[in-house]
């Protein structure tokens, strides 16, 4: 375990490595020359692009609908109408019985508002850091002068609970005041298991769980209140099946009596605030009224499903995927049993990842995510989340082999990755 310690001011920076010894290499440089070309592709259709990315997510018709309709008054009792019923869907769907309150902005509106809201200059957190998006709350918890110390795990390899539980057993002082990290990490395509850290960190009995759920709420189980999670965020356009636009964060009661003793500066994002227009079933700014039209139709195209049903439909999606991906002979990038239900990263070898996500475009209309950061070139990821059918990951698995045929790059005969999705998808 390796520590690396940096002074600045009264704050403090720690980073604990828990990476096992058995290292990946890093990622060759991907291959030299031209990007990859194929025949000219047919033009495409106009309005036919379909998204196989983590966000933005396919919006249904009816969600588009809802979208279109006139606005009204933010301040009227159709409004407030509006905002009763999608808090009682929004508290459904978290699970919970504690407030979902909305704020017009991204997911990292949501996760920025559960640490300002919760904590204070100095306050000694971990960070939880396996990939991008564990990277950015290292960041935001650095910017408002908090004491971090970053439990790191290798880019494709989960979070190491084990590692949280040694940490929080260790702060006998008890100066640990919050455990910050990504249930989905989509940089990778890893899930962590945010229930057993959650546990360790109830345990403790004085830190929170401060919780990026941007693209597992909606896709996996994720029972705030079983869990004792005591802030969720999550955005609009992942599982929600909407527009970018609106942020959610949940809070518990640990969360709120940490409020009334949190320093750290808001105003647009101060939680009370949104907290005392909910009772009134408003909100203390204007919102984006529309979308709250939007948010009504699509929680209630969830309510209809289930959330049973939502869960195994992207399980279903994920296993579908990674089995069409290993058939084809793309090795996955995310450890074995790890993959997130919301999108799959394959680490094609000998392959420009961005060439072939480029190819797939042209030619098909379906836009797959590339790497981020030292990953583009070396990976591509393949969108489950959200408005995505059976027949979606089917059409999505048949286009990248035929491009790969294409290319003359195929390891195998064309077709064994939609057998391997449908056989899969038939299992239910």
Same mark, same amino acid.
């Given at each position: 375990m390796a520590q690396e310690s940096m002074a600045r001011g009264t704050s403090f920076f720690m980073v604990v490595d828990c990476v096992p010894s058995r290292r990946r290499k890093p990622p060759a440089t991907p291959p030299s020359g031209p990007p990859l070309r194929v025949r000219d592709a047919p033009p495409p259709m106009q309005d036919k692009l379909t998204l196989?990315?983590?966000?933005?997510?396919?919006?249904?018709?009816?969600?588009?609908?809802?979208?279109g309709r006139h606005p009204i008054g933010h301040r009227s009792a159709d409004f407030q109408k509006i905002v009763k019923?999608?808090?009682?869907?929004?508290?459904?769907?978290?699970?919970?019985? #504690?407030?979902?309150?909305? @704020?017009?902005?991204?997911?990292?509106?949501?996760?920025?508002?559960?640490?300002?809201? !919760?904590?204070?200059?100095?306050?000694r957190v971990i960070c939880g850091?396996?990939?991008?998006?564990?990277?950015?709350?290292?960041?935001?918890?650095?910017?408002?002068?908090?004491?971090?110390?970053?439990?790191?795990?290798?880019?494709?390899?989960?979070l190491d609970p084990e590692a949280f539980k040694a940490a929080l057993e260790a702060d006998t002082a008890k100066a640990i005041k919050a455990v910050i990290l990504t249930h989905s990490e989509t940089s990778t395509g890893v899930i962590n298991d945010l229930k057993t850290i959650a546990s360790f960190v109830q345990a403790h009995g004085t830190a929170l769980t401060i919780a990026d759920c941007v693209t597992s709420l909606g896709a996996t189980n994720v029972p705030m209140d079983d869990w004792g999670v005591d802030v969720i965020g999550s955005g #609009?356009?992942?599982?929600?099946?909407?527009?970018?636009?609106? #942020?959610?964060?949940?809070?518990?009661?640990?969360?709120?009596?940490?409020?009334?003793?949190?320093?750290?500066?808001?105003?647009?994002?101060?939680?009370?605030?949104?907290?005392?227009a909910a009772a009134d079933n408003s909100n203390p700014f204007t919102p984006a009224i529309n979308l709250y039209f939007a948010l009504e139709a699509a929680l209630g195209m969830m309510e209809k499903e289930g959330l049973e049903a939502i *869960?195994?439909?992207?399980?279903?999606?994920?296993?579908?995927?990674?089995?069409?991906?290993?058939? @084809?002979?793309?090795?996955?990038?995310?450890?074995?049993?790890?993959?997130?239900?919301? @999108? !799959?990263a394959v680490a094609p070898e000998g392959i420009d990842a961005e060439s072939?996500?480029?190819?797939?475009?042209?030619? *098909?209309?379906?836009?797959?995510?590339?790497?981020?950061?030292?990953?583009?070139g070396h990976v591509f990821r393949i969108g489950h989340l959200?408005?995505?059918?059976?027949?979606? @990951?089917? !059409?999505?698995?048949?286009?990248?082999?035929?491009?790969?045929?294409?290319?003359?790059?195929?390891?195998?005969?064309?077709?064994a990755g939609v057998a391997a999705a449908a056989t899969e998808l038939a299992k239910g």
């Open positions: 196989m990315i983590p966000g933005p997510t396919p919006v249904p018709e009816t969600v588009l609908q809802a979208l019923r999608t808090t009682e869907q929004l508290q459904w769907l978290h699970q919970t019985k #504690s407030e979902v309150l909305v @704020i017009t902005g991204s997911g990292t509106a949501a996760m920025e508002a559960g640490i300002v809201n !919760t904590l204070s200059r100095g306050d850091d396996n990939g991008k998006f564990g990277e950015r709350w290292v960041k935001v918890a650095k910017a408002y002068g908090l004491d971090v110390q970053v439990i790191k795990a290798e880019w494709g390899q989960p #609009s356009q992942k599982g929600y099946m909407m527009p970018p636009g609106l #942020s959610f964060v949940a809070m518990g009661p640990r969360a709120w009596q940490a409020y009334e003793r949190s320093d750290l500066p808001k105003f647009y994002l101060d939680l009370g605030k949104y907290r005392k *869960f195994a439909r992207h399980a279903r999606h994920q296993r579908a995927t990674s089995a069409a991906m290993k058939a @084809i002979g793309l090795p996955l990038y995310a450890a074995e049993g790890h993959g997130s239900p919301a @999108i !799959t072939l996500r480029k190819e797939v475009k042209n030619r *098909f209309d379906i836009l797959l995510a590339g790497g981020q950061d030292h990953l583009k959200g408005f995505v059918a059976d027949r979606d @990951i089917l !059409t999505a698995v048949a286009a990248i082999e035929a491009t790969l045929q294409d290319l003359g790059l195929g390891k195998v005969a064309t077709g």
